[in-house]
């Protein structure tokens, strides 16, 4: 749960072995700029994930083993 570090700017997740990103994943960051996500085991990022991140201007999905993205901003 991140509703406690709303102000969090830049968040780096990497090496954390997540598998999937649901839609509520990051939804209470909404000054998030910066999300790192690179080299986890995620394969599912539901529609919506990132809808609550309009400051995001950094997003780094690689090594990880996502096959397609659908509508993941909304």
């Known amino acids: 749960d991140f509703a406690p570090l709303q102000e969090l700017r830049s968040l780096d997740l990497r090496y954390n072995q997540i598998t999937q990103l649901d839609q509520n994943s990051f939804g209470a960051l909404r000054e998030l700029v910066y999300l790192c996500l690179?080299?986890?085991?995620?394969?599912?990022?539901?529609?919506?994930?990132?809808?609550?991140?309009?400051?995001?201007?950094?997003?780094?999905?690689?090594?990880?083993?996502?096959?397609?993205?659908?509508?993941?901003?909304g």
């Open 38 to 73: 690179w080299s986890n085991n995620i394969s599912k990022v539901a529609p919506g994930t990132f809808d609550q991140l309009r400051n995001l201007r950094t997003l780094d999905l690689s090594s990880n083993q996502i096959k397609a993205l659908g509508d993941v901003f």
